[in-house]
Every structure is written in C-alpha cells, then in structure tokens.
C-alpha cells in the first residue's frame, strides 16, 4: 500500500510482488512469535488461538517464526539495502516486543504501533520514496490507529495481563480510562484525516473514503467507550474495517486519477 500511496501506481510486478512477501513475511514472524511468548495470557484471554488450543507447539510456532524471519530478509535484501534495513529494524522492534516490553504498557504499545505504521513507509522504501507526503501521512494515521486498539485491547484483557504483570493503562488507571485514552486517539485521527485537503495534497474526491473511515472511527469509538466487557472487541474490529475499506477505496481513486 506505500507503494500505490507513493507512485499513485502499480510498481514494476517484481518490486509489488517482493515487497508484499517480504513485509507479509516478517510482519508473520512478528505474530507468530507473538504468540509463541503469549502462551499464559492467551490460555485465558484467546484459548482457541492454535498453540492454547493444541494446534501448534510451541518449537513448531518458534521455528515458523524464524523461517518466516529468514524469507523476509533475504527478499528485502533483493530490493535493496535500504529495505533490508527497514526489514531488520520491523523484526528488531517485534522481538523487543514480544520478549521484553509487552508488559511495559504504553511503551510497548507504542512500539507495535510504530512498526505498523512503518509497513507504509516500508512499501515506499521499496520504490525509493519512503518519505513521500502521502506515506508519511498515512504512516503517522497507522500508527495511531493501532495505538488506539492496542490500549483498547488491554483494556479487554485485563485478567489475563494480570497474570503475567502487566503495566498496561487498564491495570494501573481501570478500564474506563483505558478506554477514554483510546477514543481520544481514535478522534484525533478523524482530525489527522483532514490534513491532505487543508493542505491542498488531494481534490475533494478523495473526502468519500475518507469520511467513510471518519464513520467508522466515530461511531464504533462512542460505542467502545461504553463498553465494560468483550463487547469491545467487536467495535475495535468495526474500526479496522472501516480503515481498511476506506483505505481500499482511497487507492482505487488513485490508481483511477492518474491514468
């Protein structure tokens, strides 16, 4: 998607197709061993994800893990330097993460957020323009948006994180202002998607993607807020879709306006 954001085009096939595997794969790495170091939480927060539900091993999620690693490195490398070390900054973050600051609470939020916001700025690195405005934009909106649910999604897991001592907002504030942080940052991204056309960087066409992405911020964000059970999670997903709908139909508008 940093590409089609930076070019306003396809990029050559062989760049979209190592690009795409490469983030895929180490963005999978980050995830699996996510839940390779989840195995107690996810016992009692997620028990139907593959290794609480017996699915998978632990070694069998540890070494996918490292497989997944391994590919995206190597197609990164194909690309360019520069990529591999975007690559390698993504998988620096994800173990730091998953192995030392997932109990930290905000830090370690903010630290997964940022490399979700760096798949943008990662795709245009690929086609040599990691710091086009639009990348960074939506880099910086990414970001936030997975802020946002990351503390939302604490705020859900309150007894499992208490298992393992976590200092998440929702264990050392409660899990109304958990969420109050949450929606707050959920409508400052609402705020953020105006940028472009105070700016003058897009025509109005491009206010119907994003006001369906405003929708879908707003409304699900008044519903989560009065949430006080796993009802949340399913406005969190609302906002996630409507983000990626949003964003799919942003792009397609830009493909169309620059042929």
Do not use: C
Not at 12 to 30: E, Y
Not at 172 to 197: D, E, N, Q, R
């Amino acid at each position: 998607m940093g590409q089609l954001l930076a070019l306003g085009e396809f990029a050559p096939l062989l760049v979209t197709i190592f690009g795409f595997m490469s983030v895929f794969s180490i963005s999978a790495s980050i995830l699996v061993l996510n839940d390779f170091f989840d195995i107690e939480t996810d016992k009692i927060n997620a028990p139907h994800r593959p290794i609480p539900a017996k699915l998978v091993s632990p070694s069998e999620a540890f070494w996918l893990s490292i497989f997944l690693l391994f590919v995206g490195l190597v197609l990164s490398y194909l690309i360019s330097i520069i990529v591999l070390l975007f690559s390698i900054t993504l998988a620096v973050i994800g173990f730091l993460y998953n192995g030392k600051l997932k109990k930290s609470g905000l830090i370690g939020n903010i630290l997964v957020s940022i490399s979700v916001g760096m798949t943008f700025i990662y795709g245009g690195a690929t086609v040599g323009l990691p710091l086009n405005k639009m990348v960074l934009l939506f880099s910086l909106i990414a970001v936030l948006i997975d802020l946002g649910e990351e503390i939302a999604s604490d705020a859900m897991d309150i007894k499992g994180d208490l298992i393992i001592n976590s200092n998440s907002l929702a264990i050392k504030y409660g899990m109304p202002a958990a969420l109050k942080i949450s929606g707050f940052i959920f409508l400052f991204v609402v705020l953020l998607t105006f940028v472009p056309f105070i700016m003058n960087w897009l025509p109005l066409i491009y206010l119907i993607p994003i006001l369906i992405m405003d929708f879908f911020f707003i409304y699900p964000t008044v519903r989560l807020l009065r949430s006080r059970n796993d009802e949340g999670r399913k406005y969190i997903r609302w906002i996630y879709l409507g983000a990626t709908v949003g964003l799919l139909i942003f792009l397609a508008i830009r493909l169309i306006s620059t042929q």
